[in-house]
Structures are given as structure tokens and as C-alpha cells.
């Protein structure tokens, strides 16, 4: 793979830890030194001689205005992923005491109301190009969905594999798309350690095992698109969702490709992380100054960020560092009551992810952690309906009324008074 393929910008891969190279294969570790993570390495000086935001603003409203930034040769996936709401969160600001807070809503994102359209659109694009016929997954959940619905539509069978354990609006919408679907026996971390055992046995494309490199990058969209959305300006400080910390990382690789190749004037911004309580190896690797991970078994409603053992956990812990973030846990009833502060105050339904993030917002914001005059932006990566089962005993109940003014009248008064206590 050269720099001067006639649509390409990318390189090869090289290794995050040694820097040694390697081509643009399907490899994500680096086998012939030492063993560290692999990443795309891109030709900036060919990207900052075809992008201006002219370029990028008309481009489709999709992932792909920013193809020269991502590691693909030829015509996408599209599927109408990306560029999704960045709404501007007043009665949320208010009711935590800001002044500039904005949600970057990925509970709309296409075709499976995730965060992951975005590194399936990649990975399954670069799958192709790479002869994969069989494409596949360990998830968590939004992971699996994503494969099964891009696979499908660009015809590629599709066989993932999921905790046993999962929330049913997930596994419904993994199967609706009719790939095959293996539910195991045990948390994330040992269904991942099954795959990867899959994927040297059958050689098919794992969008995060062997093309890990290639689906990562699809996170940095979610930072070029919030610098666009803000009238091409960083924010002061960003919350995202912490599981195995990829995402965290390549927001930050995001803004800083902008800034290299001159779209966006420079700023310091800052990064801070959210976890679960019951499982939070990063937040607590952070809160006891490591820069490694002690792996910890999962146990919290939040399962989609449940990842006990997180590949790019030291990464997010030296950004949050660097950039004077946190990282923080919040617990299972603080997730719960943070999905109910968004939903009531901004309209946004997020799933349990979304509500760790809003959780440690507001936790971060009581300690003094957030300036209050700061341009603050919180990811939430996921839709509220696909984990139904973590608030239904938390919320309220509708009114059981007879069709008769009378009865309404009475069901009224009831909870006008309920609202008033």
C-alpha cells in the first residue's frame, strides 16, 4: 500500500508502541516486535492538499465527508451513518449549573441507533476491499447490531458473537438482520478471547480483531463532526463513555488531524472519561495514579461499556492526564437517574452508556471538576430503547382511566398532586 493510490491517503499500519510498519493487511498487533497495538499511518500532506472545510461542508451527510481521513481505497459502505444532532443542552446546563453544554447524540446515529455504525461503516468497507466474504464481531451489544445490518446490506455473511446475558432489544436487533448469532457462556472478555481463536481458525474479518486498526479510526468522525458542528472550533472540554477506551482516543486523533492539517485553530482541550462502578478498571487505574489496567470481572447494568480488561485503557488514561481531565465510576442507580436527567430535561432517551456519561457530568461538575463557564460536550454513544429493562422499574406508570371527563378529571388531579410532592 503506497501514498499514491488515486483515491487513498493512507499508507499502511505501524505499531502505536515500537513504530515498527507494516502494510495495510488485516493484522491489529505488531507480530514481529513487540506485540503492541497496530494503527493507520497516514500521507497529511496529500489530505491538506485536497481538504478545506469547502471541500468537507460539501461532501454527503455522512461519515464519508471525511473519506480522505479515514483508511479506505475505493467507494464506501454508506448506509447514511454520521453527522448526527449536536444539540445544544440548555435545560440540562441549567439544571447543573453551566452555561455552554451540548450533547452529541448518537442515539440517532444509522441504521442501529449507535456510536458503532460509524467503525462497522469503516471496517466492513476496508473487509471488502481486503476479500473478506465472512464478516463477524465480539460485542457487547450495539456492536453486533451494526455488523449484522451493514453486512447485510453489503451482502456479506455475517456470524457474531454475544454475552449470553444481553439485553433483549439488543439481541432482537442483532437477529431481525438474519445473520448467525452466537450467544456465550460468559462475560465480554472471555467471548472476545473466544473470537480471537475463531479468527485464526477460520480466517474471517473481525471488525475488532484483525481489522481493529481499520474500524477504530471510524470513532475520530465523532470528533470531526462536533469541530463542524461548532462553527469549526474545539470545544473546552469533552465526557465520553469509557469501555475498552478506543473511543476516547480517537476523538482525541480526530481533533488533532484538524489542527494538523489546518481546519481548526489549536486549543487545549480537555478529556474526561466515564465508567460504571462495576466495571471501572479504567477509572480506577486513573484514581490510584497506574498507567496500567488490573483487569476486573463485569457486573453493572451498564453492559455495553462492561469490558473488564480494555486494550486502550492506558491510552485514555495518559489523555485525560495530559489534557487535566478525569475519569470517573458512577453507580448503577446514578447511571439510572442520569438516563431520567437527560430524557427529562433535553428529550434525549440513551441507553445505559449514555446515562454513565450524563452521571458523571453531573458528578464531575459537583466536585469542581468542569468549569462552569467552559464549552463542555457530552458523547452519548447509544439509544435508550435498546436497553428498556434497566429503568422499567424506575419510572412511572401510566393512569388506567374509563373514557369519561369525569375520570380524567380525578387521574388528573392525582398527578398534578404527585408532581407538585
Request: aromatic residues 8%; negative net charge; contains cysteine.
Amino acid at each position: 500500500m503506497t501514498a499514491t493510490l488515486s483515491r487513498s491517503t493512507f499508507t499502511g499500519l505501524r505499531c502505536k508502541e515500537c513504530g515498527h510498519p507494516y502494510e495495510a493487511s488485516a493484522r491489529h498487533v505488531c507480530e514481529d516486535v513487540c506485540f503492541g497495538p497496530l494503527e493507520v499511518v497516514y500521507d497529511y500532506e496529500a489530505i491538506k492538499n485536497r481538504v478545506s472545510r469547502a471541500t468537507i461542508e460539501a461532501g454527503p451527510a455522512s461519515i464519508w465527508r471525511y473519506r480522505e481521513f479515514l483508511p479506505i481505497e475505493g467507494d464506501p459502505i454508506d448506509v447514511g451513518t454520521g453527522f448526527t444532532p449536536l444539540l445544544k443542552a440548555g435545560n440540562l446546563a441549567k439544571r447543573l449549573g453551566l452555561k455552554s453544554l451540548y450533547i452529541k447524540n448518537d442515539g440517532v446515529n444509522m441504521p442501529t441507533l449507535s456510536f458503532k455504525d460509524r467503525v462497522v461503516s469503516v471496517a466492513l468497507t476496508r473487509a471488502r476491499e481486503l476479500g473478506f466474504t465472512t464478516v463477524s464481531c465480539a460485542s457487547t451489544g450495539n456492536l453486533a447490531n451494526s455488523t449484522a445490518a451493514i453486512a447485510a446490506h453489503a451482502g456479506l455473511d455475517c456470524c457474531v458473537f454475544i454475552p449470553s446475558d444481553l439485553e433483549l432489544g439488543k439481541v432482537l436487533g442483532t437477529l431481525i438482520y438474519n445473520p448467525t448469532l452466537m450467544a456465550v457462556h460468559g462475560n465480554y472478555d472471555q467471548v472476545n478471547r473466544l473470537c480471537s481463536e475463531v479468527a485464526n481458525t477460520f480466517g474471517w474479518g473481525f471488525v475488532n480483531i484483525n481489522l481493529r486498526p481499520y474500524y477504530s479510526e471510524g470513532s475520530k468522525t465523532l470528533g470531526y463532526e462536533v469541530i463542524e458542528q461548532l462553527g469549526w472550533q474545539l470545544p473546552d472540554h469533552i465526557v465520553a463513555p469509557l469501555a475498552s477506551g478506543s473511543l476516547f482516543t480517537k476523538i482525541r486523533k480526530g481533533f488533532d488531524e484538524f489542527i494538523k492539517v489546518g481546519l481548526v485553530q489549536e486549543k487545549h482541550v480537555r478529556f474526561s472519561g466515564a465508567q460504571a462502578e462495576g466495571c471501572s478498571p479504567i477509572a480506577q487505574a486513573f484514581e490510584a495514579g497506574r498507567d496500567f489496567i488490573t483487569p476486573v470481572k463485569p457486573n453493572t447494568i451498564a453492559k455495553s461499556i462492561a469490558i473488564g480488561n480494555p486494550a486502550d485503557g492506558p491510552y485514555a488514561i495518559d489523555i485525560a492526564k495530559k489534557t487535566n481531565g478525569s475519569i470517573a465510576a458512577v453507580s448503577d442507580h446514578e447511571i439510572i437517574e442520569g438516563i431520567k436527567l437527560l430524557a427529562e430535561t433535553e428529550g434525549v432517551f440513551t441507553e445505559t452508556a449514555g446515562g454513565t456519561t450524563i452521571a458523571v457530568l453531573k458528578k464531575l461538575v459537583e466536585q469542581g471538576k468542569i468549569n462552569p463557564d467552559e464549552t463542555t460536550v457530552a458523547y452519548i454513544t447509544g439509544n435508550g430503547l435498546k436497553t428498556t429493562e434497566a429503568i422499567a422499574s424506575s419510572i412511572g406508570e401510566p393512569y388506567l382511566i374509563e373514557a369519561q371527563l369525569d375520570s380524567f378529571k380525578a387521574a388528573w388531579a392525582k398527578a398534578q398532586a404527585s408532581h407538585q410532592g
